[in-house]
């Protein structure tokens, strides 16, 4: 039999074999025509195949900053609401078979937006992609990490004892004793790691952990990306005298952070000492270092009423700094956070966009943004390609 070829005379190349003697000829020339179809395509989906990344409501900005890197687009997707608020999700392509990224923060309607994003996953999921990532740039319900210890001591017992025994109780007195009844407190942050690995996600991409064990939570892989790099960054270029800088922690519990960062810049480090009443509100403050005629840098992984970093700044000053900046991975700014820094002695308060602050940068002129959408693409891109992610950790993918 002779082979039969294309209608256009003057392409020769696209012999395609009826039947032919040697099979393997035949098979060989199909493959050879199907791989000159397949260099026709789209040259981003070649260096990208088998890959979508969606976005949830809560941080559109940040996901087509992340497709952009990547240089891909944006999945579809439609989210509505019912008329009783229930939330509908519909995927507007097909993903079977790919290797799926939703994008989502926990900020703004935190509920809404984390029910949104297991509703996303669990669609992908059943759907028939191969793999859902789910990328959380500021994880919800972090701080509800642990139960606190029982703290309550024998005058506050007595005092509550003596408000029960009031005939008009009111039950907005029992606000002073709250943490003693925090030994049943939940630990949210699991119920979260829960929901999302009973929703179908396979792998968890986040940034600053509130604590680092968050990540024992889940049975699933969790990639904690830090914004360090990015921090050090910008301090360098943006911080004439840093080489006179001291790095602070609000609290203790930020003092591995802040050695760290030290370090690498070389400077020495700072920590204050808070004891707290209540939620949301500091008792006292004990600096422990030298901050006379230094600049400070009050470095922390979130800000949410910004009573904590205020309070900070005002005893830097009080104890000689010259200047005193702050430097946030999460600027969630609730409540008086705004009007708190505007009356405050910062130079210039620096957060990372993993919430959106367009509004906030609106509202308050010393706030500034450092953009880390180029190392969730680039954790997205090296775990897509089955590469380490390690490199992250220290370098910014610039």
Same mark, same amino acid.
């Given at each position: ?241 840093? =080489?006179?800088? %001291?790095? !602070?922690?609000?609290? $203790? ?8 960062? @030290? *370090? /690498? +810049? ?27 005629? =230094?600049?400070? %840098?009050? !470095?922390?992984?979130? $800000? ?8 900070? @700044? *005002? /005893? +830097? ?32 308060? !620096? ?48």
């Amino acid at each position: 039999m002779q082979d039969t070829k294309c209608a256009d005379p003057e392409q020769n190349d696209c012999v395609m074999p009826v039947r032919s003697a040697n099979p393997i000829r035949a098979r060989s020339l199909i493959r050879d025509n199907l791989e000159k179809q397949a260099g026709s395509l789209n040259l981003i989906h070649s260096r990208m195949p088998n890959i979508k990344v969606f976005s949830g409501t809560s941080h559109p900005d940040l996901a087509q900053r992340i497709v952009d890197r990547l240089g891909i687009d944006l999945g579809k997707v439609v989210t509505k609401k019912f008329s009783n608020l229930e939330t509908c999700v519909e995927i507007g392509e097909s993903v079977r078979g790919e290797d799926v990224y939703i994008v989502q923060s926990g900020s703004g309607e935190i509920n809404d937006n984390l029910m949104e994003l297991l509703i996303m996953i669990n669609a992908c999921k059943i759907a028939s992609a191969s793999r859902v990532t789910a990328v959380i740039p500021c994880f919800p319900y972090a701080r509800q990490d642990k139960k606190d210890k029982l703290a309550g001591s024998e005058d506050k017992k007595q005092d509550e004892s003596k408000i029960l025994a009031k005939k008009n109780y009111d039950w907005k007195f029992r606000e002073f004793t709250a943490r003693q009844y925090t030994s049943r407190a939940p630990i949210s942050a699991k119920l979260v790691a829960n929901m999302l690995s009973v929703a179908g996600a396979d792998h968890i991409i986040t940034m600053d952990l509130h604590a680092s064990q968050i990540q024992g939570f889940f049975d699933i892989p969790v990639d904690n990306l830090y914004a360090e790099p990015a921090v050090l960054k910008w301090i360098k270029e943006n911080i004439p005298e840093w =080489k006179n800088s %001291i790095i !602070v922690s609000p609290d $203790a519990g930020g003092a591995k952070r802040v050695t760290s960062i @030290a *370090d /690498r +810049l070389n400077v020495e480090f700072a920590l204050i000492h808070k004891e707290r009443k209540k939620a949301n509100e500091v008792a006292s403050m004990v600096l422990v270092g030298d901050v006379k005629d =230094k600049i400070a %840098i009050l !470095v922390d992984d979130m $800000a949410d009423t910004c009573g904590t970093i205020v309070h900070a @700044a *005002d /005893r +830097l000053v009080e104890a000689g700094a010259t200047k005193v900046y702050a430097i946030l991975t999460h600027g969630i700014f609730s409540g008086p956070a705004i009007s708190r820094i505007n009356n405050a002695c910062f130079e210039a308060v !620096v957060v990372t966009n993993t919430i959106p602050q367009d509004g906030h940068m609106r509202d308050c002129p010393k706030i500034q943004c450092i953009d880390v959408s180029m190392m969730f693409a680039e954790a997205v891109r090296r775990t897509h390609n089955g590469e380490s992610v390690s490199y992250l950790f220290s370098n910014v993918p610039y």
